[in-house]
């Protein structure tokens, strides 16, 4: 990308992976093109948006504390769906054994902060990116 940024005379901020320059990119797995490549990482000014490898972990994460949420919610709509036996009326404090009651509720609560605290860097408004013509 040297050569075009050298025509726009732009090579100065752009064209090359250089300290000080300006530079988002992408490492493919194969040609940026072919239907059989995918995106490995993505880099924005100097920072790893995207990491497969990151991705793959977080996924297995979100189905294992899926399993373990719903693993903890079926004994309760077991028994909602056969008719329940009257204990799931509420309690005099208001609280009651539906599907977010105990350790459905603490799993729940840990897989919203989860959640919150590793959402995408990316346009949470303590990064400055500005993305011009000129930079591509």
């Known amino acids: 990308t040297i050569t075009p940024a050298r025509q726009l005379r732009g090579d100065r901020q752009t064209g090359s992976l250089e300290p000080g320059k300006d530079a988002d990119f992408v490492l493919w797995t194969g040609h940026p093109l072919s239907t059989y490549t995918r995106a490995e990482q993505t880099w924005i000014d100097g920072r790893c ?6 991705d793959q972990e977080l996924r297995r ?10 693993q903890a919610a079926l004994p309760d709509r077991r028994k909602s769906m056969s008719g329940g036996d009257g204990d799931d009326k509420k ?10 009651s105990g350790f459905a509720r603490m799993l729940l609560h840990r897989a919203i902060h989860h959640a919150l605290e590793h959402q995408a860097p990316y346009g949470d408004g303590r990064d400055r990116h500005t993305c011009s013509s000129a930079s591509f």
């Open 91 to 100: 309690k005099p404090d208001g609280s009651g054994d539906g599907p977010t």
């Open 49 to 54: 948006y995207f990491d497969h490898n990151r």
């Open 61 to 70: 994460e979100v189905a294992a504390l899926r399993e373990r949420l719903i």
